[in-house]
Antibody, heavy 123, light 109 residues
């Protein structure tokens, strides 16, 4: 069965950096686009970024563009999110998520989610 | 940028009742609209994609309809496990991105 396991969350000071990882299993990782979606405490869902199945294209929400970088290593079945210049408003649970379309060029919808990792930006 | 609005914010119903949730887009999204369910402390779960297609394993009591700017998620007869928050989500190819609605909480009356 599909499993997505995030790691790397924690407490970081404003202006700091953090790298999240997501280990994928149970499907052909290299065939699917992947997302990061976040949820601030008590708030709704916010899409963060998408990477195409082969890593050739990456798309970001305006709120993180220029600060966050999504990447993947298909040989290790792992998705990453490098987060720089972190702000208090980046505090959230970050979910790794699988797109439903194989070999898709653009994001469609998410059919599997990890359990999330909490990132807290605070001094 | 397309904005999604969901109504009502909260829906208070009893088990066995019919739930009707609305999602409205600020401009046409064709049929590129999905619905998710999220329970406290859990990740979201895909219910409906492309406005009216049930995802794998989703019970038939969940149905979606609509196109363009107005969409509806209907739960025909609420089960105890259906009390949760429901989000709609649209996708666009240019610029490529997702947008989620603010959510509708279905709670027990």
């Amino acid at each position: 069965q599909v499993q997505l396991v995030e790691s790397g969350g924690g407490v970081v000071q404003p202006g700091g950096s953090l790298r999240l990882s997501c280990a994928a299993s149970g499907f052909t990782f290299s065939s699917y686009g992947m997302h990061w979606v976040r949820q601030a405490p008590g708030k709704g869902l916010e899409w963060v970024a998408f990477i195409r199945y082969d890593g050739s294209n990456k798309y970001y929400a305006d709120s993180v563009k220029g600060r966050f970088t999504i990447s993947r290593d298909n040989s290790k079945n792992t998705l990453y999110l490098q987060m720089n210049s972190l702000r208090a408003e980046d505090t959230a649970v970050y979910y790794c998520a699988k797109d439903s379309e194989n070999y898709g060029d653009y994001p469609t919808e998410v059919d599997y989610w990890g359990q999330g990792t909490l990132v807290t930006v605070s001094s | 940028e397309i904005v999604l609005t969901q109504s009502p914010a909260t829906l208070s119903l009893s088990p066995g009742e019919r739930a009707t949730l609305s999602c409205r887009a600020s401009q046409s999204v064709s049929s590129y609209l999905a619905w998710y369910q999220q329970k406290p402390g859990q990740a979201p779960r895909l219910l409906i994609y492309d406005a009216s297609n049930r995802a794998t394993g989703i019970p038939a009591r969940f149905s979606g309809s609509g196109s363009g700017t107005d969409f509806t998620l209907t739960i025909s007869s609420l089960e105890p496990e259906d009390f949760a928050v429901y989000y709609c989500q649209q996708r666009s190819n240019w610029p490529p991105r997702f947008t989620f609605g603010p959510g509708t909480k279905v709670d027990i009356k």
